[in-house]
C-alpha cells in the first residue's frame, strides 16, 4: 500500500492510500475554500455525566446531493471535489464539517456553574472506500477491505497519538434510513477528547468481571460461550467469529470479533487482516439478502481508549440495522430514546437462523 498525503485548498489534510507503488498523486485541491469552521463546544451534562457537542456549522453541511454533485467523487475536468485525483482506491480527509477538531478559536464561556464547557477538540476524517459512486461496500473485492483495514489502522494510531484524544471511533453508516447525507460508499473516524459513554459502560462491566475471576477478560469469555453454543454463530474462519449477541439490542445485529484478545485495529496481524474481508463481506451479502433489498446498517468499531484500561478493551466489529421488516423499521421510541431500555421484536436466536439462510 502506498501512502501519499496532500493539503486541499483550505489546509486540511488529505490522505491517499494506493493499492499500486507506481500511483501519482500530485494534482493540487483547485478550488476557492473558505477557513474550516472553528472547533464545536463541548457542554457537560452534570445528570448523566455525559458530554454532549454543540456543532451548530453542520446544519450547513451538504445534503443528499444529486449524483453529479456527489462531493466524495474523483475530480474530472471541471468538476471540482474533496478528492482533486481523477481517481483513487481509498482516501481519507478531514471532514469539511467536523463535529471536533483542533481549531480553537477561543475558550468559551461557562454557562451554569454544574454545566462546564469547554472546546470540541479532537478531529473528524471521512474514508472513502472507492472512487465509484454507485458501490457499496460490501461491492468491494477482499483486497480492497484489505486497503481500507490498513487505512483505519494508519489513523487509529496517528489520531490516538495527538494531544487530548482519548479513544478513535471507526464507523460506516449505510442508508438514509440511518441518517446518512451523502450516497456514496464512506465511512467516518472520530477522535474523541473523553472516553465515550458507550464504552465507559463497557470497561466498567468488564473491569468487574475482571474482579471477579481473578483477571479474566469479559469479552473473551463471552466470545468463547458464544463459540462453544453455536446456537447465534453466523459464520466463522480461522482468525473470526461473527454472532449474534444473546442480548441484541437491534433486530439484526452481529458482532464479528478476532479470536486474539487486541485493544485495536493496529494490533490485527497480517492473517487476521487479510481474513477478516471475506468474512465480512459475506456477512455484509447476507444482511442484504434477507429482504433482498440494499440493507441500512451502522458498522461500528469497538477499540480500547487510547490512554486507559486498554487490557480491559477487545476489539470486536458491531453491524447493526434498524430495518426489522421489508416494510418496518425499528424506531428509537419512548423506552429506548428516554430510558435507554432497549426493546427487540426479534429474538437473537431468530435473527441468526435467518442470517445463516440468507
Known sequence: MKRTAIDLADGRELIY?????????????RRDLPPPP?????????????????????????FLPPANECPLDPSVGDRLTEIPAPDYDVVVFENRFPSLSGRVAEEPGEITPFTPV???????????FTSDHNASFASLPPRRVRTV????????????????????FCFENRGVEIGVTLHHPHGQIYAYPF?????????????????????GNLYADVLAAERATGDRVVAENEHWTAYVPAAARWPFEVHVAPHRVLPDIPALSDSERESFGPLYLDLLRRFDGLFDMPMPYISAWHQAPVRIDRELGYLHLQLFSIRRATDKLKFLAGSESGMGVFINDIAPERAADLLRAA
Open 17 to 29: 492510500f494506493d493499492e499500486r507503488d507506481d500511483a501519482v498523486r500530485d494534482q493540487p485541491d
Open 118 to 128: 469547554r472546546p470540541g477538540v479532537g478531529r473528524c476524517e471521512v474514508v472513502c
Open 149 to 168: 483495514l490498513d487505512a483505519l489502522a494508519d489513523r487509529t494510531e496517528a489520531l490516538g497519538a495527538l494531544p487530548g484524544v482519548e479513544q478513535v
Open 195 to 215: 472516553v465515550t459513554p458507550r464504552t465507559r459502560a463497557m470497561l466498567a462491566a468488564a473491569r468487574r468481571h475482571a474482579e471477579r475471576t481473578g483477571g
Open 38 to 62: 472553528p472547533a464545536s463546544q463541548l457542554r457537560y451534562d452534570p445528570l448523566t455525566d455525559e458530554w454532549v457537542a454543540v456543532a451548530v456549522h453542520r446544519q450547513t453541511r451538504t
